[in-house]
């Protein structure tokens, strides 16, 4: 494959589970990120890694944990969810912070 | 980062030239202007960006204004494919990692 994967496209889980999110890019960028999308709000960013490291955290609750244990792979861990927290989480890389960056599909889901 | 002012809704004829417009009368001298594009149900996708000149490339121009305030995408032959929400942002290059999406310009391509 080529681009940013992500995987599982669809997810529905109860708020006592926990999933993880998985992002992969083929690019051989620095820097990875993922984004969340509410139904009619703008793409909120959540963090931010670059060479693995986490630059960012934009105040995302702590039932959401990223995990990044190299440049081509990001994780989003994800436990005792809450129902507003259903959204597409979107993962995407750039070659080095602050260029042009590349998405994936998107991974929906569901919190019930 | 600069805030940018797009309309909400557009419409185009499938064939004809779709001019989007962008309204950044805050911009900086190192920001550079970006658009990206959301297909629904997809990722956004990068589309082009500039500083000062016009930029061109496969997918569309990008026309900025002399005194940077304002700036149009352009796609020469629309095509239903194009239909998308189309973001313009305003940021300064490296060393920043944000993109401020905004609501955008939802596109809609009449066939």
């Known amino acids: 494959e080529t681009g940013v994967t992500q995987t599982p496209r669809h997810l529905v889980m109860g708020m006592t589970n926990k999933k993880s999110l998985k992002c992969e890019q083929h690019?051989?960028?620095?820097?990875m990120y993922w984004y969340k999308q509410s139904a009619k709000k703008p793409l909120e960013l959540m963090f931010v890694y670059n060479f693995k490291e986490q630059t960012e955290n934009n105040s995302v609750p702590s039932r959401f944990s990223p995990e990044c244990p190299n440049s081509s792979h990001l994780f989003l861990h994800l436990h005792t969810l809450q129902p507003e927290d259903s959204a597409l989480y979107l993962c995407a890389s750039s070659q080095d912070l602050g260029l042009e960056q590349f998405f994936g599909p998107g991974t929906r889901l569901t919190v019930l | 980062d600069a805030k940018t002012t797009q309309p909400p809704s557009m419409d185009c004829a499938e064939g004809r030239a779709a001019n989007l417009p962008c309204n950044h009368s805050?911009?900086?001298?190192?920001?550079?202007v970006y658009w990206y594009r959301q297909i629904h149900s997809q990722g956004p996708q990068y589309i082009i960006h500039?500083?000062?000149n016009n930029e061109t490339n496969e997918m569309a121009s990008l026309i900025i204004t002399e005194d940077r305030k304002s700036s149009t995408l352009i796609l020469p032959h629309a095509t239903l494919r194009d239909t998308a929400v189309y973001y313009c942002?305003?940021?300064?290059?490296?060393?920043?990692?944000?993109?401020?999406f905004g609501t955008g310009t939802r596109l809609t391509v009449i066939p």
């Open positions: 690019l051989g960028h620095n820097a």
């Open positions: 805050t911009i900086s001298g190192n920001e550079y």
């Open positions: 942002i305003v940021r300064v290059a490296s060393g920043a990692n944000n993109l401020f």
């Open positions: 500039g500083l000062k």
